[in-house]
């Protein structure tokens, strides 16, 4: 009898078959321990994206800290530091906050709007906040940014000039997303579902199938869809910072699709899960099966969860995923006998 490893390196669709390599002959005892391997599985991400994310403010680093890395790991910079951040699409600015008045250091809404230029290392406040601010969205130039502010939905400059009221409607629209391609926005509103406006304001709805609960929408590069979280409930301060699902939907309501549900006490997903640039994962931090990490959730329905190589599993943990750029590939070993004849 001969046994074999089998290497398959797939992408995110786990399809391509790159070898197959053929060991030496084993002892009977031998060969129990390879049927034995034959039932593990190792999966490492090998390639290829990066992530912007932040980790979560404490007593003993009050602003949080913000990072850089690659999904398999092996680059990781911090950036500054803050919370809950934004990359512009031409890759040269970052949106976030931070609560220089530490009025509540492990409260991140309530922190002061800052954008850093990352070619020149420059930091500039565009907006000293007195109430609460959630999150942001770039348009597609990288020139303004969307967000949201005590009762309504703005939009300004990233040099903080020239800001625009776009609504103040309900005093829970927040989390403005900038669709990439169609000039519309979404937004959450905690206790409405998900809501969607042109770009100047006008022509706010809600979408249908969307629900109470539903918070962190996120685009499609293809402007096509959207995924969003859950908190079922109580709502309140702070909801919508842990969940317990993602969907995904259509602008016009149509297919929505539920990519993850928590099921175990303790299990969370968290904000803000931006999608991979082929649409195929979105990237979220959570803790699955008691684990804590920053995971690759499938789009297409099927449940897949990838935990990728980024350093997450000691304190303070990641609570916020903002961006991503490119995508990933897995390695899987599997370890299958060949009988020969």
């Not at 969607?196 to 096509?224: C, E, K, Y």
């Not at 939907?249 to 640039?277: C, K, Y």
């Amino acid at each position: 009898m001969h046994y074999a490893r089998l290497m398959t390196t797939v992408g995110c669709s786990l399809a391509l078959l790159l070898g197959l390599f053929v060991l030496l002959a084993h002892s009977p005892a031998q060969a129990r321990n390879a049927i034995t391997m034959e039932r593990q599985v190792k999966t490492s991400v090998v390639s290829s994206g990066t992530i912007l994310y932040s980790r979560q403010p404490t007593t003993t680093q009050p602003y949080g800290t913000i990072w850089f890395a690659t999904m398999d790991g092996l680059s990781v910079t911090q950036v500054t530091t803050g919370t809950w951040p934004r990359v512009s699409p031409d890759g040269r600015y970052v949106v976030f906050l931070r609560d220089d008045f530490r009025t509540s250091p492990l409260y991140p809404v309530r922190g002061d709007v800052y954008v850093l230029d990352l070619q020149t290392g420059l930091e500039m406040r565009i907006f000293q906040n007195n109430d609460y601010v959630e999150n942001f969205g770039w348009t597609p130039d990288s020139a303004q940014i969307f967000m949201d502010y005590m009762c309504g939905i703005y939009r300004v400059n990233r040099d903080s000039t020239n800001p625009q009221t776009l609504f103040t409607a309900n005093c829970f629209d927040d989390a403005p997303a900038v669709n990439p391609l169609s000039g519309t926005f979404a937004f959450h509103n905690e206790y409405l579902g998900i809501g969607l406006a042109n770009m100047n304001g006008s022509d706010r709805h809600f979408i249908t199938n969307t629900t109470v609960g539903s918070f962190w929408p996120a685009w499609s590069s293809d402007g096509q869809w959207l995924s969003y979280g859950v908190f079922p409930g109580p709502l309140g301060v702070g909801s919508g910072f842990t969940m317990t699902a993602y969907y995904k939907i259509q602008p016009d309501g149509m297919n929505r699709t539920r990519l993850i549900s928590t099921t175990l006490s303790g299990d969370e997903v968290r904000p803000a899960g931006p999608w991979t640039s082929d649409g195929q994962w979105i990237i979220a931090p959570g803790t699955i099966s008691g684990t804590h990490g920053v995971y690759a959730i499938a789009t297409d329905g099927s449940g897949r969860l990838a935990r990728l190589d980024v350093p997450a599993d000691t304190q303070p943990y990641v609570d916020f995923v903002g961006a991503v750029s490119g995508t990933f590939k897995l390695m899987y070993y599997v370890y299958l006998p060949l009988i020969g004849k």
